[in-house]
């Protein structure tokens, strides 16, 4: 969420949609469709600002992981959906100028989301098909933007998160589950338009992650992890100057995948934003 003054409290809930269809081996993409993923979240974001410089985030999740593979013309489905795991995030604002700013913060992601899910079988599902991943993570984010002095409606930003994964110590009842650690770096500009008086937030920015493969037992996990560049334009709506709509896709660029693993093809999140003092106006 953005950074915002003393006890202003922000809300945001959005659907996210995120399909899997481009199967690969490292840069090589192969003509094979039998196996697609996709993933549904409705996701409740909220921040407030107790100064003008320190805040605190709290996201919620409900997440529907679906997954199809095509074995000789015959589908075979898996699904799971539970909520996923709570992210709490902490946030200073570092240095405040009137056209350029940077903050940081540091957060966890609490182990909340179920990882015990089960097909109709009655056998537990993988670690990727669980709402949840049961480990609890630690969460380093950085935010720098500026604005242009050519044209001060426009600004330029960066946005750096580091991921350090943790471990699940009950996965499928007696082994060790880690996630690969994740390094995320964003880099976009964004403008304010008045149109019809109406106001127009468009952006564009893109967005390199990269993820280490998984362990299991401390043993690395086959076809996890690897390299990843993103698109990903944005508008956002004002009706007024407290609620805004949002849309925006993601599409990849460029992608270097360890092993063979089905990967990102489009991603898709929609939303409504809303914010409001919580001290008397007078």
């Not at 795991?85 to 957060?107: A, H, M, N, R």
């Not at 993988?126 to 002095?149: C, V, Y």
């Not at 880099?187 to 149109?195: A, K, P, T, V, Y």
Request: aromatic letters at 12%.
């Amino acid at each position: 969420m953005p950074m915002e003054d003393a006890h202003i409290l922000q809300m945001n809930v959005s659907y996210d949609l995120n399909t899997l269809n481009t199967l690969k081996t490292g840069r090589e993409v192969i003509k094979d469709r039998n196996r697609t993923r996709r993933t549904h979240s409705m996701i409740w974001e909220a921040s407030y600002g107790f100064t003008k410089r320190f805040s605190a985030d709290l996201l919620f999740s409900y997440v529907r992981q679906e997954r199809t593979v095509n074995n000789f013309g015959r589908a075979e489905r898996t699904r799971s959906q539970g909520f996923g795991d709570v992210t709490f995030l902490l946030k200073y604002e570092i240095i405040s100028q009137p056209d350029y700013g940077l903050s940081g913060g540091i957060g966890l992601k609490l182990p909340s989301g179920s990882s015990t899910e089960a097909n109709e079988n009655g056998i537990r599902l993988n670690a990727d098909l669980q709402p949840g991943s049961g480990a609890m993570d630690l969460l380093l984010w950085s935010h720098f933007s500026s604005q242009l002095k050519s044209r001060p409606s426009t600004s330029i930003f960066t946005t750096l998160i580091f991921a350090g994964k943790g471990h699940n110590e009950t996965y499928l009842g007696v082994q060790d589950y880690k996630f690969g650690d994740e390094l995320q770096v964003i880099l976009g500009i964004g403008d304010r338009m008045f149109f019809v008086n109406q106001i127009f937030d468009p952006s564009v920015a893109f967005r390199y992650r990269y993820a280490a493969s998984d362990q299991n037992n401390d043993v690395a996990v086959p076809s996890t992890g690897g390299q990843w560049i993103f698109i990903n334009p944005s508008l956002s709506w004002w009706p007024n100057t407290n609620i805004s709509w949002n849309i925006n896709f993601e599409l990849p660029l460029l992608a270097n995948i360890t092993g063979t693993q089905v990967s990102p093809t489009l991603r898709l999140n929609t939303g409504l934003y809303y914010k409001f003092t919580t001290k008397d106006k007078n």
